[in-house]
């Protein structure tokens, strides 16, 4: 395991902008960047910013650069108007699904797929038996599916007749579609290819999207063609090449120089600015409000069973560093969900003491009243790529203001990945992107059965709550359990702020995702807000 020692004091928002500035002259150098082929023009170049491919079964995918891959690959039942998270339902898009409908009292959910839809690979025709498989896999604790808790309110999935099936709910779920049923895990798999390929299904995957998975290559990456057969047409590019690109640098300068057509940005401070300024065509598309950065103190480990420390910890943050650091790629968050989701607290919304407003002198004291009054050393692991890092040293230096002194060794992605899913990550930070629905983040993160375990199971809440103190299970029962938006609305916002009371983990900012892209890439729509990975289903060249 390849690791980097960081030392307090290393790091502070002006070398981050520094470090930024360095990389675009690099380019204008022209230094050496990551080995390419002689180029297809007509094949989608995608760089991606980390190490190596994980998984590409969605049901198994927790790095978000593999679900840019698998997006193309599998067709979801619905999804919001691309480039949107516009979930009005009159304005879904059906994608695999023909129609859909949600019952009055918003516990069933009927779904009528398209007749004639094929697998690849001759896997034949996507049926319900298909789509029933899909979720009961999903749902099913032996999957190990880190996105099981979304999929936890089905009592049943029931065949209709060959193309009709229904989702039935144990209690009404009027936002079900909206977290469950549109692209991210809820991308229709083939039971035969996976019955037939096991553990060998994470790295042939077989869908029925409009790209098909050809091979991995160690110089190219992923490699995908197109799908002849696709029901919503042939796309109109040769294939698409997903490079696996983890230095900011040279994914910058493949960029720049032409031999990547689209790539992962850098969301370090100044790089939008510099990158702008070498390759002045350039597109830039912002996801907004982007990733939600989850900060948490695992309870089981001291001194972050004690509430005054992690308290401390949340007054030694400046979220005015990270805006002045972020710049436009910044976004404030006062409780869990960001102010641009329905119900998101904003700051006038919140009683002082839950909005942690930075203040070094509070946290020293509540360090003294915890028994350290001259502070203390911790050690954290963190993840390589260029988001996590730079958050993460911002934060080590506001820390040390406070006495505290943060040691972070740094893995790539996926490694970190892996040890936090394994509970072996005191101080785990976690970039995650989600429909504007309140309850995911709730779901996902502070919920007793997303608890990680040293065996691997689990979602993303590192920090035990619900399992070493109480939490907001009977609160998100009673959340789950209420059909109408509104009132459960209000009772998001009560859990939000119990969690704020509680302090077992914090969103710490809003960090839009940013892709840089060659002006002669057109995606067919233009990005607004979505997941940090989109359909290419409907690119083309242009002149």
């Known amino acids: 395991m390849r690791s980097i020692e960081t030392t307090p004091g290393q790091f502070t928002r ?60 599998y067709d979801a039942f619905i999804d919001p108007p691309y480039g949107t998270f516009d979930l009005a339902p009159k304005d879904i898009v059906c994608e695999a699904a023909a129609s859909w409908e949600m019952s009055a009292d918003a516990k069933t959910y009927t779904l009528t797929l398209r007749e004639g839809m094929l697998f690849h690979k001759g896997y034949g025709e996507v049926t319900s038996d298909d789509a029933k498989f ?73 869908g029925s999207g409009p790209f098909e998975f050809e091979a991995i290559d160690i110089d190219r990456g992923v490699i995908l063609k197109p799908f002849e057969q696709y029901h919503r047409g042939k796309p109109q590019v040769d294939g698409v090449e997903f490079r696996y690109v983890p ?89 869990i969900n960001p102010p641009e989701y329905p119900g998101g607290f904003t700051a006038a919304d919140l009683p002082a003491e839950l909005r942690y407003d930075h203040d070094p002198a509070k946290a020293k004291a509540l360090l003294a009243e915890a028994g350290f009054p001259h502070g203390f050393t911790f050690d954290a692991i963190i993840s390589a790529r260029d988001d996590y890092q730079g958050i993460m040293l911002i934060m080590q230096e506001m820390l040390r203001q406070s006495g505290i002194e943060l040691r972070l060794r740094t893995v790539d992605h996926t490694t970190y990945h892996t040890e936090c899913l394994h509970d072996a990550c005191a101080f785990p930070m976690n970039s995650e992107t989600n429909a504007p629905v309140g309850t995911l983040m709730l779901q996902s993160n502070y919920a007793r059965d997303a608890v990680v375990s040293a065996n691997g199971g689990g979602r993303l809440n590192y920090s035990h709550y619900g399992q070493v103190m109480p939490g907001i299970d009977d609160m998100l029962a009673k959340i789950m359990a209420e059909p109408d938006i509104d009132r459960r609305i209000a009772l998001t916002r009560d859990a939000e702020l119990q969690i704020l009371r509680d302090m077992p983990a914090w969103n710490a900012l809003s960090l839009h995702w940013v892709f840089a892209r060659s002006p002669r890439l057109d995606l067919g729509f233009k990005i607004q807000a979505s997941y940090a990975y989109f359909t290419l289903g409907f690119a083309k060249f242009v002149a």
Request: glycine share 8%.
């Open 14 to 73: 002006r070398t981050a902008i520094k470090g930024a500035g360095a990389l675009a002259a690099a380019a204008a150098l022209g230094g050496a960047p990551h080995k390419v082929r002689a180029a297809d023009p007509n094949v989608i170049r995608f760089g991606l910013a980390v190490q190596h491919v994980a998984s590409l079964d969605p049901a198994l995918n927790v790095q978000g650069e593999d679900q840019d891959v698998t997006r193309q690959v």
């Open 134 to 206: 899909t979720l009961d896999r999903l749902r099913d604790p032996a999957t190990a599916s880190p996105y099981r808790t979304y999929y936890a309110a089905i009592d049943d999935v029931k065949i209709v007749d060959k193309y009709r099936f229904q989702v039935v709910l144990k209690q009404p779920d009027p936002t079900f579609y909206a977290s469950a049923l549109i692209a991210r895990a809820a991308l229709i798999v083939p039971r035969k290819a996976v019955e037939k390929l096991g553990a060998g299904f994470r790295r042939a995957p077989v």
């Open 247 to 335: 230095d900011s640098t040279s994914r910058t300068l493949g960029f720049i120089k032409g031999e990547l057509d689209i790539i992962e940005g850098v969301r370090l401070p100044g790089w939008v600015g510099e990158t702008r300024g070498q390759a002045p065509h350039a597109l830039f598309d912002f996801t907004r409000p982007g990733s939600q950065n989850t900060v948490s103190f695992n309870m089981t480990r001291k001194p972050f069973d004690d509430i005054r420390v992690r308290k401390a910890i949340r007054y030694a943050i400046d979220r005015n560093g990270f805006k002045e650091a972020y710049g436009e790629l910044y976004g404030d968050v006062w409780g």
